[in-house]
């Protein structure tokens, strides 16, 4: 008898783990695609329940019953979602970009906070643009002073023009210009001083660019994070870690917000290393889905999906002033060391 009822449960194993199935996907947020985490993925009618990770993944290895079954996404301040998927004995299900929506209380929330932080961006701008016309103001009278001064000059020297022993004259010597040593520029001056059509002596942040011609090329994808694809707000965390020592957040919008990013409209004021943020109409009021980093005359690095300035989509230098930037441009961010 035992010899008879040994092969049934040998079968009965091997049928069970044949039929095994799993169901894994990731769950983003709507608006900004960015991974939603600690949210409970649940197959109705069952046990299975799970929460997402920090990426926004669930993985279920346990056995689904066959048939359809109502999956639930639920997570505070978000939208319930429901959708429907279908077990199939040794079928796995992979659902790789789930949306859900925040809900209407979190986003009036996000717009309340944005608003208010536009609005002390623009007071500040205000502000800036008040110092700047009285720097305006003070290099003209110093201007004005200057010219007084070289008139003054000038008609003394008219004065003296005939006096041979002035010793004023004697102190003023004249040399040549020594021509710049064309060997002490490197090739990724060279390279990125074209790229930025500046001189190649302005490129001075070696670092960076060394940074920059590692990934440049590198393709772009959403979620990613290494060579083999990477987003816009992953290049620009990675850049800001290796170049600059600092961490800053994970998403765009996240970096956007911090507190440790002194935002400004002003393109005037930009530096190398500044951050600039983008949406689908340049709208302040609406979540930030796209960041670069700022470099020098109107060009900025970032990872993109865009392709009709160049071909191919990816890591590369961009022209901020070209009319599909513009217009997607919100605002620039400093970022502020944190001990600040």
């Known amino acids: 008898m035992i010899k008879k009822i040994l092969p049934i449960l040998i079968f009965a194993f091997f049928s069970q783990t044949y039929a095994q199935n799993y169901f894994q996907g990731i769950v983003t947020e709507e608006d900004t695609s960015a991974p939603v985490s600690d949210a409970i993925v649940t197959v109705e009618g069952t046990a299975i329940s799970q929460y997402t990770g920090a990426n926004?993944?669930?993985?279920?290895?346990?056995?689904?019953?066959?048939?359809?079954?109502?999956?639930?996404?639920?997570?505070?301040?978000?939208?319930?979602?429901?959708?429907?998927?279908?077990?199939?004995?040794?079928?796995?299900?992979?659902?790789?970009?789930?949306?859900?929506?925040?809900?209407?209380?979190?986003?009036?929330?996000?717009?309340k906070v944005l608003r208010a932080k536009l609005k002390e961006e623009r007071k500040l701008l205000k502000e800036r643009e008040k110092l700047l016309e009285q720097a305006q103001k003070d290099k003209e009278r110093e201007e004005k002073e200057l010219e007084k001064r070289k008139r003054k000059l000038l008609k003394?020297?008219?004065?003296?023009?005939?006096?041979?022993?002035?010793?004023?004259?004697?102190?003023?010597?004249?040399?040549?210009?020594?021509?710049?040593?064309?060997?002490?520029?490197?090739?990724?001056q060279?390279?990125?001083?074209?790229?930025?059509?500046?001189?190649?002596?302005?490129?001075?942040?070696?670092?960076l660019f060394e940074f920059i011609q590692e990934w440049e090329g590198t393709t772009y994808l959403m979620g990613?994070?290494?060579?083999?694809?990477?987003?816009?707000?992953?290049?620009?965390?990675?850049l800001y870690t290796t170049v600059y020592d600092r961490y800053i957040e994970r998403t765009a919008e996240e970096q956007f917000r911090s507190k440790l990013t002194d935002k400004f409209l002003g393109k005037e004021f930009l530096v190398e290393g500044d951050l600039l943020f983008f949406n689908k109409n340049g709208d302040s009021e609406k979540l930030i889905t796209h960041v670069?980093?700022?470099?020098?005359?109107?060009?900025?690095?970032?990872?993109?999906?865009?392709?009709?300035?160049?071909?191919?989509?990816?890591?590369?230098?961009?022209?901020?002033?070209?009319?599909?930037?513009?217009?997607?441009?919100?605002?620039?961010?400093?970022?502020?060391?944190?001990?600040?």
């Open 56 to 111: 926004g993944e669930f993985n279920f290895t346990e056995k689904i019953p066959n048939g359809e079954h109502v999956v639930t996404i639920t997570k505070e301040n978000y939208v319930n979602k429901y959708f429907l998927i279908e077990a199939i004995d040794g079928k796995n299900i992979t659902m790789n970009d789930i949306k859900i929506e925040v809900d209407k209380k979190e986003r009036k929330r996000r717009e």
């Open 156 to 188: 003394e020297r008219e004065r003296n023009k005939d006096d041979v022993d002035d010793q004023d004259n004697d102190a003023v010597t004249y040399s040549d210009i020594e021509p710049i040593n064309s060997s002490n520029i490197s090739d990724l």
């Open 190 to 207: 060279v390279k990125y001083g074209a790229l930025l059509d500046v001189t190649p002596e302005t490129i001075t942040n070696t670092k």
């Open 224 to 238: 990613g994070a290494t060579k083999e694809g990477i987003d816009c707000s992953s290049f620009t965390q990675r």
């Open 292 to 340: 670069g980093i700022y470099l020098n005359n109107n060009r900025f690095v970032h990872a993109t999906s865009y392709t009709k300035d160049t071909g191919s989509k990816g890591v590369k230098i961009s022209n901020l002033d070209t009319n599909y930037w513009t217009r997607k441009f919100v605002a620039a961010g400093r970022r502020k060391k944190s001990s600040d």
